[in-house]
Structure formats: C-alpha cells, structure tokens
C-alpha cells in the first residue's frame, strides 16, 4: 500500500531558528495537509495543498507540493516555544474516497 | 462552539469489559472517520462513514463497531476489550461532497482509552 516517509523523526532547535521537514511518498499523492498535535489535543489543520507546486503561507509557516506529487516540505520560520509539538504530513492518492495517510510525524521541541 | 467533539476524554476499564466512545461534529460535514493513535503516535485510518453509510473499513478487528444514527454523530463501540486496544481514538469529520474539500479533515479532541 502506500507509505509515507516523514523526517526527521525529532529536532531540538533553539528559539528564533528556522525548521523544515519533509514527507515522501511511494506513490503520487492528489493532496498533501500539515497537522500540528498538541500534547493531550487532537491533530490541528495547519496547510492544505491541492495542486502540484503549489506554495501556501499560513504566518510563519510556509508548506510546498512537490511538483513531482510525491513530496511536501514544510518550514517554519524564526521558531518560537509554542511551536513545540508533534508535526504530521498526511496524504491523499487514488483510490480510497477521504482516505488520509498519516507520516508518523516529527517532534519538535525549542530551547527558549 | 466546538467543531468536533468527543466524550469521554479518559476512558479506562478491564479487559473484557465492553465500552462505546461517542462523537459529534457541528460542521454540517457529511463525512466521519476514527482513527486510532498508538503509543508511537502513529495514526491510521478505522472507519469511514460518509451519510450514514460505512465507506471505509480498514482492518479492524470486529469487536470494533461503529454507529451513525445521524450525519452529526459516530460513536464507536468495542467489545470485549483487549490489552491492545489501549490507544488513543480520534474522530474526525471532513465535506463529503466531491472536491478538495472532501480532503481537510477537522479533528477531534481524543478519547484516551487504558485496558487493564
């Protein structure tokens, strides 16, 4: 089936540094969503993207679908401690109707 | 006013025992999901119902089952529970209509259910 390949895994980064992770996949994806989980919440909806090549903004974060459809990159800007959370790719091919596929996510954590 | 929301919160029980987890969404969505996050924080998709209707069902043992009485609500209900069920449970909700919609999933709070 398809997988999804995020890193790094973990990232510990000092206050006002800049962050990127990424997610690969083995197959093309037709949309590419970055959640941010809080400890003890839910995934929360940060950027969605829809289109090949595609660049959305949301403040400081900047996300990017790969114009290969099998990659999305996600970058954060001048980190802040409330940024520490657990980041998660989520993708979407053919096939199954709504049926997201999850990276297993990158920890952040920021040194004030 | 929240969008999607669950109870309880913190389940905990004895293996065996049978337990239901409820979830609402007042996103007028058409599409609900549950996923299961285990202690690795990996999450994959359970169930799927779009309308009422069960559209995805993933390999999920059959003590596990879910009821949509209406577009607003799924709960999902487990029977007999084992040890390994302990895991947290998210319900999700997304536009069921064709488009890129269909794809933002909103969700829940979690359910933290321990299986002693």
């Known amino acids: 089936g398809q997988q999804l390949n995020q890193s790094p895994q973990s990232m510990f980064i000092q206050e006002g540094e800049d962050v990127s992770m990424n997610c690969t996949s083995s197959?093309?994806?037709?949309?590419w969503l970055w959640y941010k989980q809080d400890p003890g919440e839910g995934p929360v909806l940060l950027i969605a993207?829809?289109?090949?090549?595609e660049l959305t903004s949301n403040g400081r974060l900047t996300a990017q679908f790969g114009i290969t459809r099998k990659d999305s990159f996600l970058n954060i800007s001048a980190s802040i401690p409330s940024d520490v959370g657990i980041y998660f790719c989520?993708?979407?091919?053919?096939?199954?109707?709504?049926?997201?596929?999850f990276g297993k996510g990158t920890k952040l954590s920021v040194k004030p | 006013d929240t969008a999607v929301s669950q109870t309880p919160k913190y389940l905990v029980t004895q293996m065996g025992n049978d337990k239901s987890i409820k979830c609402e969404q007042n996103?007028?969505?058409?599409?609900m999901y549950w996923y299961k996050q285990d202690s690795k924080k990996f999450l994959k998709i359970m169930f799927s119902?779009?309308?009422?209707?069960?559209?995805i069902n993933e390999t999920v043992p059959n003590r596990f089952s879910p009821k949509s009485p209406d577009k607003a609500h799924l709960n999902l209900h487990i029977n007999s529970l084992e040890l390994g069920d302990s895991a947290v449970y998210f319900c999700?909700?997304?536009?069921?209509?064709?488009?890129?919609?269909?794809?933002?999933?909103?969700f829940g709070p979690g359910t933290r259910l321990l299986v002693l």
């Open positions: 993207l829809y289109k090949a090549g």
């Open positions: 999700a909700s997304s536009h069921g209509d064709r488009g890129f919609r269909r794809e933002t999933q909103y």
């Open positions: 989520a993708g979407r091919g053919g096939g199954s109707q709504g049926n997201l596929i």
């Open positions: 996103l007028g969505h058409d599409t």
């Open positions: 119902y779009n309308n009422k209707e069960l559209i």
């Open positions: 197959s093309i994806f037709n949309t």
